[in-house]
């Protein structure tokens, strides 16, 4: 089974810019595509952005323009990179499969960012 852990999350002031990691164990990582996800409190997880085996990418509307995904299948790492944080960016940011899985054991801790002056 593959794990994630998520890291770079932290205090950010708006307009800011913070760029968050994800490890994946397994050496099957390379043959699925990918997503960042958040969940904000009181809020349904939603998907932030996902990119392909072949590296094309897809963002929610709230973050196009702002946020970029990345990975690099030689590290097993996608990346988020997002610049011009806002207060509704605040929310733990977690990383998986994309389409996710069903298993709520599929997701890891995230890594919690806040925007806040």
């Known amino acids: 089974q593959v794990q994630l852990v998520e890291s770079g999350g932290g205090l950010v002031q708006p307009g800011g810019s913070l760029r968050l990691s994800c490890a994946a164990s397994?050496?099957?990582?390379?043959?699925?595509?990918m997503g960042w996800y958040r969940q904000a409190p009181g809020k349904q997880r939603e998907r932030v952005a996902d990119?392909?085996?072949?590296?094309?990418?897809n963002y929610a509307e709230s973050v196009k323009g702002r946020f970029a995904i990345s990975r690099d299948n030689a590290k097993n790492t996608v990346y988020l990179q997002m610049n011009s944080l806002k207060p509704a960016d605040t929310a733990v940011y977690y990383c998986?499969?994309?389409?996710?899985?069903?298993?709520?054991?599929?997701w890891g801790q995230g890594t919690q960012v806040t925007v806040s002056s």
């Open positions: 998986n499969f994309f389409p996710p899985p069903v298993s709520p054991q599929s």
């Open positions: 397994g050496s099957t990582f390379r043959d699925y595509s």
């Open positions: 990119i392909t085996t072949t590296g094309h990418s």
